[in-house]
């Protein structure tokens, strides 16, 4: 079912440096922006994390789960990221409740766009057979690009 591979390790270290960075950002909390990073670092870690579990994964199925669960996390960085940006730079008056109302459709919308993807295939269209490296390519959708990358590019866009 899983097999530790050195990507997988890798991704043990990325996400023990992330809970190390996001503990540092707590104690620092009363700093701008550093409740923002210490959100961002926890999305990070959560999504190594998980990254772990699909690079170990010996399934085309699992790897597709794991995958999954990397988007619960995965989605809400680069909006995290805006946030970030906007209170370390003195904006974070623009963070009220309307914004996050309509920023957070794009995450939302992804995340069950990832989970329904058998029935419209908007996000993965296929995949290929797993490597000898423990390793599967992702063959994506229109969906992807409009969600994620276009998602990802507007919020970085903005800072």
């Not at 990325?14 to 959100?39: C, E, H, Q």
């Not at 870690?45 to 996390?73: H, M, P």
Request: proline share 2%.
């Amino acid at each position: 079912m899983f097999l530790i591979t050195y990507i997988s390790l890798f991704f043990v270290v990325s996400s023990l440096l992330s809970l190390v960075i996001a503990l540092i950002a707590w104690r620092k909390r009363r700093i701008p922006g550093a409740i923002m990073l210490f959100r961002i670092m926890i999305l990070l870690a959560l999504w190594s994390g998980a990254n772990i579990f699909e690079a170990s994964a010996t399934t085309v199925r699992l790897k597709v789960f794991f995958s999954q669960i990397e988007y619960l996390f995965a989605s809400f960085v680069p909006l995290q990221f805006l946030g970030f940006a906007f209170f370390y730079t003195g904006r974070s008056q623009w963070l009220n409740s309307r914004f996050y109302r309509y920023a957070y459709v794009f995450p939302i919308t992804l995340i069950v766009l990832v989970f329904t993807n058998k029935y419209h295939l908007f996000i993965w269209t296929g995949f290929s057979d797993i490597s000898s490296y423990n390793l599967i390519e992702y063959q994506h959708g229109i969906g992807f690009y409009i969600f994620w990358v276009g998602h990802a590019y507007v919020c970085y866009r903005q800072v």
